[in-house]
Structures are given as structure tokens and as C-alpha cells.
């Protein structure tokens, strides 16, 4: 089982980016899925999550900028970031609770995209 992150990269202040994360392999469930950065020098943090159920919850300090959303028959979750700022500057990391065939639920993660924006 992985999850596979796309989308990251540099743009100006003001700007948006859309990041997806990808679950491959064999599993039998998803449940919670999200996204966290880490600036450097700082604590992961969590940015926003979604349920299958499509509930989200956002950091404060991303809310009315950034939307998540999901696709369940493609095993995708979706950040929407707009009117982003400096302080968005980090590596962004996708989490998935997911449990495999055969196994038990596990908390996964993907393997990071930079965001860099730009003042």
C-alpha cells in the first residue's frame, strides 16, 4: 500500500495549487484522509482532513482558502489551496487510515511535495 502525492511546486503570493494524493496497492478500507505540512524548523501540523463520510476539518489558519476533497472510487484525495501566502511554505504530506486485506487499520503516509510560495 502507498499513497502517492502530485501537485507541489512554486508560485507567487495570491496564487493557487491543487495537490492529489493517490492510494495504490491492496486495501480493504479507507477511512480518514488528510493532509499535514512541515515548515522548516517546525512541527508537523495538520492542514485539513476528510472523512469517507465527506466531513472536513481545517487549521484555522487555511480556512476559506484551502478546500480537501475526495474520490473514493479513485482512492483520491484533493487539496485546493488559493490565495496562498509565504506562511504556506512547507512540505506537504498526504495521511490515510487505511486497512489491507488480511490486516489491520494503519495509519499511512506519502512521501511529501514542497510548496514553495514566493512574496
Known amino acids: 500500500v502507498q499513497l502517492q502525492a502530485f501537485g507541489g511546486g512554486l508560485v507567487q503570493a495570491g496564487g493557487s495549487l491543487r495537490l492529489s494524493c493517490a492510494a495504490t496497492?491492496?486495501?480493504?478500507?479507507?477511512?480518514?484522509m488528510g493532509w499535514y505540512r512541515q515548515a522548516p524548523g517546525k512541527q508537523r501540523e495538520l492542514v485539513a482532513s476528510?472523512?469517507?463520510?465527506?466531513?472536513?476539518n481545517y487549521a484555522d489558519s487555511v480556512k476559506g482558502r484551502f478546500t480537501i476533497s475526495r474520490d473514493n472510487a479513485k482512492k483520491t484525495v484533493y487539496l485546493q489551496m488559493n490565495s496562498l501566502e509565504p506562511e504556506d511554505t512547507a512540505v506537504y504530506y498526504c495521511?490515510?487510515?487505511?486497512?489491507?486485506?488480511?490486516?489491520?487499520?494503519?495509519?499511512?503516509w506519502g512521501q511529501g511535495t514542497q510548496v514553495t510560495v514566493s512574496s
Open positions: 495521511n490515510a487510515a487505511l486497512r489491507p486485506y488480511g490486516g489491520s487499520w494503519g495509519d499511512y
Open positions: 476528510i472523512s469517507s463520510g465527506g466531513r472536513t
Open positions: 496497492g491492496s486495501f480493504f478500507s479507507i477511512n480518514n
